[in-house]
Structure formats: C-alpha cells, structure tokens
Nanobody, 125 residues
Framework: QVRLVESGGGLVQAGGSLRLSCAASGRTFGACTMGWFRQAPGKEREFVAATTWRNSYYEDSVKGRFTISRDNAKNTLFLQMNSLKPEDTAVYYC????????????????????WGQGTQVTVSS
C-alpha cells in the first residue's frame, strides 16, 4: 500500500521558517518526480515545487524562499520554507509520480498519482 505522510506544519509568524517532511512508503520513489502543492481556503490547489532525478522546479512566488530536497535512502521529501508570508498560509500536500525518469507536467495536479493527506501551514502577520 502506497502512503505519503506529511508533517512539520504549524503556526509561524511572518518572516519565520518551517520545514515540511513527507515520508513515503509502499514502493520505490527514488527515480520518480515528487512535488509539493498547496491549497488555501477558497482557492484551488496549486503547484509549489517539484524535484526530479535531475532538476528542481519552483513556483515563481516561492523562488528564493523555499527549497525542495529529498533523501532517497529514507524515501523522504522535504520542503524548507523561509521568509514565510501570510499568503503562504495553506494546506500543503506532497505528491509522487509513478513513472520513473519522467518530469513532464511536473507542475500539474494531473501528473501525480499518489498524494498525502496534507499538513496545515499558517503564517500570521
């Protein structure tokens, strides 16, 4: 059974930092694209960042503030979030593709097969 479990969310003041983790299990993820998405209240889920076997990609509003990384030995995905802003408030989801060595549609929800349940990030002003 494939499982993605996020952790590390919480309440932080503007300008602060959080590190999200996503523990993956049930299959091999090392060569598969993994990503972070977020959904704010009343808004659609949107792309935040993705990491493939060769590249990392970021949504424009988080470039220079967020860093995506992974530990393939531990099947864990991370999102280091610095200089947080109130507009970063959302539920953050990790997701994984199934096809190895493929990075097409990395910023689209439809490109991902496995999803976690999400972790809440709240940034106060």
């Amino acid at each position: 059974q494939v499982r993605l479990v996020e952790s590390g969310g919480g309440l932080v003041q503007a300008g602060g930092s959080l590190r999200l983790s996503c523990a993956a299990s049930g299959r091999t993820f090392g060569a598969c694209t993994m990503g972070w998405f977020r959904q704010a209240p009343g808004k659609e889920r949107e792309f935040v960042a993705a990491t493939t076997w060769r590249n990392s990609y970021y949504e424009d509003s988080v470039k220079g503030r967020f860093t995506i990384s992974r530990d393939n030995a531990k099947n864990t995905l991370f999102l280091q979030m610095n200089s947080l802003k109130p507009e970063d408030t959302a539920v953050y989801y990790c997701a994984a593709m199934r096809r190895p060595y493929y990075e097409g549609n990395y910023n689209m929800i439809s490109g991902y097969v496995d999803w976690g349940q999400g972790t809440q990030v709240t940034v106060s002003s």
